[in-house]
Structures are given as C-alpha cells and as structure tokens.
C-alpha cells in the first residue's frame, strides 16, 4: 500500500490549491457551493486571500495530490474549528485518504487552541455521514439548510462535532 503524506499548504501555494479545488468542483459538482466557472476565472488575488482565510491541507499518494480539506473556524463556536471543503479523488476513495486529512484537520485545529471540530454533513448522504461517525463525529442540533449549489428546496446538512485536545 502506497503512504499518504498530508501536508498545510501556505500563500504561495495558491496556484496547488487551485488545481486540484478546480478539479473537485468539475468531479463532484453537487459537493460544493461554488462552481468551476466561478473559480476558474478567479484572480490569484482571490486565491491568495483565500489561502490566508483557512488552513488548506492536501494529501498525496505517491506525490500524486489526491485530496484536500480547509479548516478554519467554527460559526457555532468561539472555541471550535471548522473543516470544510473535504474532496478525494474517486480512485483514492476508501484508502486512508479522507481519514488522513481529517486527522490532519483535527490536530490543526487542536493546534490553534479549539475543544472541537465541526463537519457539516448532508442529512441524506449516508456515505458521508458513516464515515464521520465511523471517525467520531458525533450529531449536533444545528442544522441549516443545504448550501451546495445542486441542493434541492428542503435538503439539510447537520453539523457534526469531534471533541479534541491540544
């Protein structure tokens, strides 16, 4: 089996981030918020004040990049961290890749001083929420409505929460 190697990217890693996040918004579309039209076009301005907003993690198998992750902090609460954005790619899906940057996320997270870390989940993606609880996230009562741009009226993501420790 091939190692899995996570890494934090900085501000002048803009140009890394973007390839494999304007890849995960053309393989998995229905995942994210935003479109790969409205990224693709985006200035590197953009994408480095976005690196600066949150930490950004990629895996590689191989020094292949395979996936990534953002952590940063937590709306619900002041001493939270939040990951979001979590995409592997669909040939590294069920090896270890989703498990590493989550793990990286959660000891980042630890790192910056937060108890816990969040995950919103779509409340009827089964697959996506078996891998949370399988990682010990644990169902919140927050709730919202489903941010994801092919999100049909009434969808629901629940936010799910890891407790941590420096």
């Known amino acids: 089996m091939s190692e899995i190697t996570v890494r934090t990217l900085g501000a002048d890693d803009w140009e890394t981030y973007r390839s494999i996040r304007l890849t995960a918004l053309q393989e998995s579309p229905e995942a994210f918020v935003a479109t790969h039209a409205q990224e693709e076009s985006a200035t590197e301005e953009f994408w480095r004040e976005r690196m600066e907003r949150s930490r950004r993690l990629i895996a590689y198998v191989d020094k292949q990049a395979v996936g990534i992750a953002s952590v940063g902090a937590a709306q619900e609460d002041d001493n939270a961290g939040?990951?979001?954005?979590?995409?592997?790619?669909?040939?590294?899906?069920?090896?270890?890749?989703?498990?590493?940057?989550?793990?990286?996320?959660?000891?980042?997270?630890?790192?910056?001083?937060?108890?816990?870390?969040?995950?919103?989940?779509?409340?009827?993606?089964?697959?996506?929420?078996?891998?949370?609880?399988?990682?010990?996230?644990?169902?919140?009562?927050?709730?919202?409505?489903?941010?994801?741009?092919?999100?049909?009226?009434?969808?629901?993501?629940?936010?799910?929460?890891?407790?941590?420790?420096?």
Request: glycine share 12%.
């Open 82 to 166: 939040e990951l979001f954005g979590l995409w592997v790619h669909p040939e590294a899906r069920g090896t270890g890749v989703a498990t590493a940057l989550v793990r990286a996320g959660a000891e980042a997270a630890a790192h910056a001083g937060r108890t816990q870390l969040y995950y919103w989940v779509g409340t009827d993606n089964g697959r996506a929420v078996a891998f949370a609880s399988g990682y010990g996230f644990r169902p919140t009562h927050h709730r919202r409505p489903m941010r994801v741009v092919s999100a049909e009226d009434g969808e629901e993501e629940i936010a799910m929460t890891l407790p941590i420790s420096a």
